[in-house]
């Protein structure tokens, strides 16, 4: 048959059966399922990862010990640390690029945060994405915090039941630690905020929880939200922004040099 137009000369090619051609017959098919996983296995992957408890995931060396940490990683740890065991509220940022090792510090915090409360609870640790969540061995925002995902990112007040049912369940809690906090736009931040307000029944910034956001100044924006440092925009932008004046020390970790520390 002849192509109409600028097409190439063709052939038809009429009643062909792609699955029962010989060589489709003739195949083993099965040596593939050996190269890849079953799909049943991440099914259970994804499911036990959605229902396990954080403490059973978070990802802590049970042999670290503190005494790791470089001078400057101490002195966040060491800031963190003095603040809840004065019982008042730290709303910090740690900020760092390739080379600080956050990890290190984000389980040297959590580690002794359970160990001053003797409650695993006493520390949530999440991220913005799955990704993030599970690098830190934590929980993503949404899931921890029953945060809905939508390009909107208006905030969802819970049903009662549900709002009472994480209330009991944070009623240790002291302190929320978010890393690839870059990733966290204004309206997130506001629905974050409102949120931890229902849960801790305290109508101030982040329900009076402590809150230490870590990550670096450099990677990824926010999807679908503007980035903290974005000015104008709607009422959840604007809470946003306001927020961030909440966030009030700034502990920038550096590879070859010591830390700054600053108070805005």
Excluded at 230 to 240: D, F, P, S, V
Aim: net charge negative.
């Amino acid at each position: 048959m002849q192509a109409s137009g600028m097409a190439p000369d063709c052939m038809q090619v009429d009643d062909i059966d792609l699955g029962l051609r010989s060589y489709n017959v003739d195949h083993d098919w099965s040596e593939g399922l050996q190269h890849h996983p079953s799909v049943y296995d991440r099914i259970r992957f994804t499911h036990t990862l959605g229902h396990s408890t954080q403490e059973e995931r978070l990802a802590i060396d049970p042999d670290f010990s503190v005494t790791v940490l470089s001078e400057q990683q101490q002195k966040a740890l060491d800031l963190v640390l003095q603040s809840l065991r004065a019982h008042s509220t730290i709303r910090l940022i740690i900020s760092g690029g390739a080379g600080t090792d956050k990890l290190t510090l984000i389980n040297a915090i959590v580690r002794s945060t359970r160990e001053m409360f003797g409650n695993n609870k006493a520390v949530r640790v999440m991220g913005p994405t799955g990704v993030a969540a599970f690098n830190i061995g934590g929980t993503t925002v949404h899931h921890e915090l029953a945060i809905t995902a939508d390009r909107n990112q208006s905030y969802k007040k819970l049903e009662t039941q549900r709002c009472t049912h994480m209330q009991v369940d944070f009623k240790d809690t002291r302190l929320i630690i978010i890393d690839e906090y870059i990733m966290i736009g204004r309206k997130m931040l506001g629905n974050i905020n409102l949120r931890c307000r229902d849960i801790f029944a305290n109508n101030e910034p982040f329900g009076n929880v402590s809150i230490v956001l870590v990550g670096d100044i450099r990677q990824l924006l926010p999807a679908f939200d503007t980035p903290l440092y974005a000015e104008g925009g709607q009422e959840l932008q604007l809470t946003g922004s306001s927020l961030t004046r909440c966030l009030n020390i700034v502990f920038v970790l550096k590879r070859y040099s010591d830390n700054q520390v600053s108070n805005n």
